[in-house]
């Protein structure tokens, strides 16, 4: 069973860091690909980052050297985000897809206000 659930989000001024986490209730066998989303108001949700399980990552290009995905063994996986504006603030969501499909967490919200 896949159970995501986000976390790490919150309130951070211009210029701030935060580190979201993505947990399964249990362990993942055979994940192909994992996804950090965000939807922010009136926009669609747009992909911010992935990882496949050999490494490789992929970075939008609005957040290219300032956000950095990554995961350990569990898997969990991480979304390191440094240097935030305020076009950063959105619902963020993680996504991890293989053989049974596709499954979202649930969401966690970042706001960069000051």
């Known amino acids: 069973q896949v159970h995501l659930v986000e976390s790490g989000g919150g309130l951070v001024q211009p210029g701030g860091s935060l580190r979201l986490s993505c947990v399964n209730s249990g362990r993942i066998f055979g994940w192909k690909v994992m996804g950090w989303y965000r939807q922010a108001p009136g926009k669609d949700r747009e992909l911010v980052a992935s990882i496949i399980p050999n490494g490789a990552t992929y970075y939008a290009e609005s957040v290219k050297g300032r956000f950095t995905i990554s995961r350990d063994n569990a898997p969990k996986w991480f979304l390191e985000m440094k240097n935030l504006n305020s076009e950063d603030t959105a619902i963020y969501y993680c996504?991890?897809?293989?053989?049974?499909?596709?499954?979202w967490g649930q969401g966690t919200q970042v706001t960069v206000a000051s």
């Open positions: 996504k991890v897809g293989g053989p049974w499909g596709d499954n």
